[in-house]
């Protein structure tokens, strides 16, 4: 008996030790202070960068593979990267583009030609995630080992954007995809790798929990007075908000993507810690059904514009992180259209409409859609669904997961569609085509694209296809603002709003700039840590 | 035992084949696109049908059907169309840490549960049934979630003494993998750095996943050992002075330990369902992150495969349990 009381005792006093121990070789001095954390909540599917097409991606990407060009930090201009410069035919079909000598992938080979045409070779080749981007390359040759050519089917003059954008734009090492071919591209093994010839290299993925970059030291523009910035990069997957602040509180975490607006209040009481905000070009619509049920007629359209309360939106139902939309087009663009009135509820206005449109007193119900998981479209409906009561008119409100939801959208049928549904966009570069040509030129219908509310004005399809190959930058411009004028006039949707990006960060990192187009992303080299 | 075994078995193979067939039928009768959805929302049609055609979306549904249980009888789950990678490898990599946790998670409910129960019953209306009787109030009415996020408010920002989330430090590397398991792998290649902050990782979110449960076993217990306790058997072996440490061991829970089975081995199984909430809140890369994407992309071969797992698990916990009833209580016969 004794025995066993001594057995049992034994292992109780191993099982504290061992958690001790443990705890103290844990607690072992690791280098933090020259490693950031980041903390962001979902992580990509892949990091093959010629399939992934997800913004859980951006941070990566950014920082591991370059681009022949890109943003500039902090602006939507586009600025020389693994290209020193570039020319453009007169008919601007062929883009020549002369790379920087002496750049090294991260697994040691060079930088060349060869490998800027394997790369976009790659990605035609694969034709998934990105490549309708590209689809306008025709041919790509390699002149000599520093000049690369572009040929185009057709004029592209958003080609530079799309070059600087960040998806299936990266340059990769051909022998390492080569070395891990087995008929796939080198699919399965750069869905978990990465060799660019970018800033950091990629160290290691352990799935659902962090992604390690190391700084790369034979990086073409060398670390000579940057000795403070990190040494590692450690991308932790924190799904739960509140636990992102907790780690950032606590100091285990320098920068957190996800902080809900109630924790935001929160912080900025904490002096230690530098919050960030910056509307961002995600755009929400209300896109109207234009093709049937009463939202086919436009003065109905009009009045239910008119029936919102956009200073409410903005305030209380978005708590003041969004800024109001003018026009369907990212504000701040080059060619956003700047002249469009700003809405403001107006209900007499509504009224009258409605009457015109033989509704005096409303009397019909429409369908309001959106995607699981976005409160403020869901609060946006409500608050619609109180303005529009009071015109007579009922809003049935319906929540449906992504693939459902496009289920019921991808349907070539408008009397099938709802009236009403609320859906955001990104554009992929910085070019207010991106916005218009996908959401309001009539190609573009179900179950083909993006123009999910039957949308069809015969001149808008004109200028959007004069603009797509438009070469003078100020006739392009031209087209895509009266383009801009005339959906508004049409109310082929309601813009709503730009949601704020929030980044919050410890103070001693420095050296963020905000991207508006990278949004998730960092420029990792211009960063560093003063502790 | 062993006739009841392979009917059970048998069995188990038909409830599967079920499963298979009603869940393959309503990933696919639901409503959404899988080809769209893997696509991505800005892919074009061309796209779209050549993902369909890649992952053989266009065939018939009793042909992807054929065609999946044949891959399945194989011991292949098929292409994930969300990750591009074959199932069962991302299944091993999400799996294993849940197991680990939820592993973690019964060691600690049976360790808790069912002494406190016992103590609960044989201290009847003192203190510490009091005491526990809390614990299990608690443990049944607090929501999983909430009782995460205290316990990371408490130990991890108030205390400091466990981490917040993560299966290991993201500044200590893993241990080498033999069988996926942290804790297993580190003491077997004596990585005790990997083991220390393995451990202290799983320390908060066990203890989450564990303590509803243990507190419902804890009641269980303790009201079957009452009732065993009050039977004349007992009276009598008192009557005849026998030690009462004897008595509550080999006479009271050998009795009242069927029920009390019964009741862990749901418990055990309902941490599978538990671990979810857990995971998020800690986290933890496991099965529940995985699950969670893989329904809101509607990719299918993951889905299919997570129930498959998850099915075979919950029906392995309750053949143990079936098994556990014989070797216990003699009476009990299988034929």
Redesign the interface.
């Known amino acids: 008996m004794n025995c066993k009381r001594c057995c049992t005792f034994g292992f109780a006093v191993l099982l504290l030790l061992v958690g001790f121990v443990g705890w103290g070789l844990e607690s072992q001095p690791v280098p933090r202070e020259e490693t950031l954390v980041i903390a962001t909540g979902l992580q990509p599917s892949t990091l093959d960068i010629g399939v992934c097409y997800e913004a859980a991606s951006i941070n990566v990407f950014l920082a591991v593979y370059e681009r022949l060009v890109r943003y500039a930090p902090g602006s939507t201009s586009v600025e020389p990267e693994l290209a020193e410069s570039w020319q453009v035919s007169p008919d601007g079909k062929v883009w020549t583009f002369y790379l920087r000598q002496g750049v090294k992938f991260h697994d040691g080979t060079a930088f060349n030609a060869a490998a800027v045409k394997f790369s976009f070779d790659r990605v035609l080749e694969l034709n998934l995630g990105p490549a309708w981007m590209f689809a306008p390359i025709e041919q790509i040759d390699v002149i000599d080992d520093y000049t690369v050519q572009f040929s185009l089917k057709h004029p592209y003059p958003e080609f530079l954007q799309v070059l600087a954008n960040i998806f299936g734009t990266g340059i990769v090492s051909p022998t390492a995809v080569l070395e891990h071919d087995v008929g796939d591209f080198a699919q399965a093994w750069l869905s978990e790798n990465m060799v660019g010839t970018g800033p950091y290299r990629f160290v290691e993925w352990v799935k659902g929990q962090h992604i390690i970059l190391e700084r790369f030291d034979e990086y073409w523009r060398g670390w000579k007075g940057r000795e403070k910035a990190p040494k590692r990069v450690v991308i932790r997957y924190v799904l739960e908000p509140a636990v992102q602040r907790l780690l950032l509180e606590g100091g285990d975490v320098d920068i957190a993507m996800n902080i809900s607006p109630d924790d935001w209040e929160v912080l900025k009481l904490n002096p230690h810690i530098r919050l960030i905000e910056e509307p961002s070009l995600h755009a929400t619509y209300l896109r109207f059904n234009t093709a049937a049920g009463p939202t086919a007629d436009r003065r109905v359209r009009e009045a239910i514009r008119a029936a919102l309360d956009y200073e409410a939106m903005i305030k209380n139902v978005l708590l003041g992180h969004a800024i109001q939309m003018q026009g369907s087009a990212g504000k701040g663009l080059p060619c956003h259209n700047d002249k469009l009135p700003m809405l403001k509820q107006d209900l007499d206005l509504a009224r009258r409409l409605l009457a015109e449109a033989g509704y005096p007193y409303g009397g019909f119900t429409l369908e309001y859609m959106f995607e699981s998981g976005h409160d403020d479209r869901r609060m946006v409906g409500e608050l619609l669904q109180a303005s529009l009561r009071k015109l007579g008119i009922e809003l049935k409100i319906i929540e449906l997961p992504w693939p459902s939801l496009w289920d019921r959208l991808c349907v070539a049928s408008p009397e099938e569609h709802p009236a009403i549904v609320a859906n955001g966009w990104w554009p992929d570069y910085a070019d207010v085509i991106n916005y218009l040509y996908p959401m309001y030129h009539s190609s573009q219908w179900p179950p083909v694209a993006f123009n999910i509310g039957f949308y069809k004005n015969p001149l808008v399809d004109q200028l959007l296809d004069q603009a797509q190959v438009e070469t003078d930058p100020e006739l392009r411009c031209q087209k895509l603002l009266t383009v801009q004028e005339l959906i508004y006039a049409d109310v082929a949707d309601i813009p709503l709003y730009h949601l704020t990006t929030r980044v919050a960060m410890r103070d001693w990192v420095k050296g963020y700039v905000y991207s508006p187009i990278y949004t998730e992303g960092f420029y990792l080299y211009d960063m560093w840590i003063d502790r | 035992m062993w006739a009841f075994l392979v009917r059970r078995l048998s069995l188990t193979l038909v409830t599967l084949w079920g499963l298979t067939l009603i869940t393959f039928l309503i990933v696919h009768i ?5 080809a ?2 893997a ?9 779209v049908e ?2 369909r055609k890649l992952y053989g979306l266009d065939q018939p549904l009793w042909v992807q059907y054929a065609r999946y249980m044949g891959r399945l009888i194989r011991g292949d789950f098929g292409v994930s169309l ?4 074959p199932v069962s490898v ?1 299944l091993k ?2 799996l294993i ?1 849940t197991l680990e946790l939820a592993f973690c998670a019964a060691v600690l409910l049976i360790c808790l549960g069912f002494p406190l129960g016992i103590l609960s019953a044989i201290h009847r209306n003192s203190v510490l049934d009091h005491a526990v009787r809390l614990f299990a109030l608690t443990g049944v009415s607090f929501p999983i979630f909430l009782l995460g ?1 205290i316990l ?2 408490v130990f ?2 108030a205390l ?1 003494w466990f ?10 590397s ?1 241990p080498q993998t033999i069988t996926g398991f942290y804790i297993v792998d580190a003491l077997l290649t004596g990585n ?2 990997a ?3 393995a ?2 990782h799983l320390a908060l979110p066990a203890v989450t996943l564990a303590y509803g449960s243990a507190a419902v076993v804890s009641r269980m217990t303790r009201s079957c050992f009452l009732e065993v306790l009050g039977e004349e058997y007992i009276q009598t072996a008192r009557a005849k002075g026998m030690p009462e440490r004897i008595i509550l061991l080999r006479h009271a829970l050998r009795n009242a330990l069927i029920p009390i089975i019964t009741a862990t081995a749901l418990q055990i199984g309902s941490l599978l369902s538990g671990v979810l909430l857990v995971e ?7 099965l529940g ?2 699950a969670y994407t893989s329904a ?3 990719d299918v071969n993951a889905i299919m495969a997570i129930t498959i797992v998850t099915a075979l698990i919950y029906i392995g916990i309750n053949l143990l349990a079936d098994v556990l009833y014989a070797i216990i209580d003699p009476r009990i016969q299988y034929t």
């Not at chain 2, 639901?30 to 899988?34: E, I, L």
Request: net charge positive; no cysteine; hydrophobic share 35%.
């Open positions: 639901a409503p959404g696109d899988p769209r959805t696509a991505g929302p800005q892919a074009r049609q061309e796209q050549q993902i969300w990750y591009k990678r991302e990599t999400y840490p996020l990371q408010l991890y920002r400091g981490p917040a989330g993560g299966r290991i430090s993201p500044f200590v893993p005790w750095r083991l220390a902050s451990l202290h998020v809140i800690f986290s933890w890369p496991g992150t995985y809101v992309v509607l």
